[in-house]
């Protein structure tokens, strides 16, 4: 049985999903007002439930070649990108294991979460502002682009930023010998 545009764009994983990343946007916009520790623990908590519930979407049948409209320009991504950069410091950068080059390589390839979540971001804010518009053809034509760059390119930003967000909030710095293990530092 075939769903038809409403039923698909208004079904509940879709409601679930603009919901949590609306959340997930708002986060990103408002992480100057946060110190950096307090963001990561947010990002650690958002992170899983976005790749959660962008698994649970529908499968959406490619039928249309209509791409909506983008909200989100390349100045407010660096803008965005530079902010959370900034936050993060010198915990921005990690090795990147799953880029396509590491296995001809001789050397590492860094990776910026800042720019992971900002990737992130301009995809889900495009998604959540065509759905705000409430045309169902566009909001269709929305989540058909918004599954496939999970699939394709911000699902992978997203597990590679959360587990160097992981690795930010419970790593242990070894270069203070009088800091002591908390809890959340023993296996």
């Not at 545009?5 to 919901?19: D, L, P, Q």
């Amino acid at each position: 049985m075939r769903m038809d545009t409403k039923e698909i764009v208004f079904s509940k994983n879709v409601i679930e999903f603009v919901t949590v990343g609306l959340e997930y946007c708002l986060l990103l916009e408002r992480a100057s007002s946060l110190d950096s520790n307090e963001f990561v623990d947010k990002c650690v908590k958002i992170l899983p439930l976005m790749y959660l519930k962008a698994l649970l979407l529908p499968s959406v049948e490619d039928e249309s070649d209509e791409f909506p409209e983008e909200f989100v320009s390349e100045e407010a991504y660096a803008t965005l990108s530079n902010q959370l950069a900034e936050l993060l410091g010198d915990k921005d950068d990690y090795l990147e294991t799953f880029h396509p080059d590491m296995a001809l390589s001789d050397t590492a390839v860094i990776a910026h979460i800042s720019e992971d979540l900002a990737d992130i971001y301009q995809d889900v804010k495009n998604f959540i502002s065509v759905y705000r518009l409430a045309f169902e053809p566009s909001m269709l034509d929305a989540l058909r682009i918004c599954i496939a760059n999970f699939e394709n390119f911000w699902g992978q930003k997203l597990t590679n930023a959360l587990g160097a967000l992981h690795y930010v909030r419970y790593a242990v710095d070894n270069s203070d010998p009088d800091e002591d293990f908390s809890p959340h530092d023993t296996f």
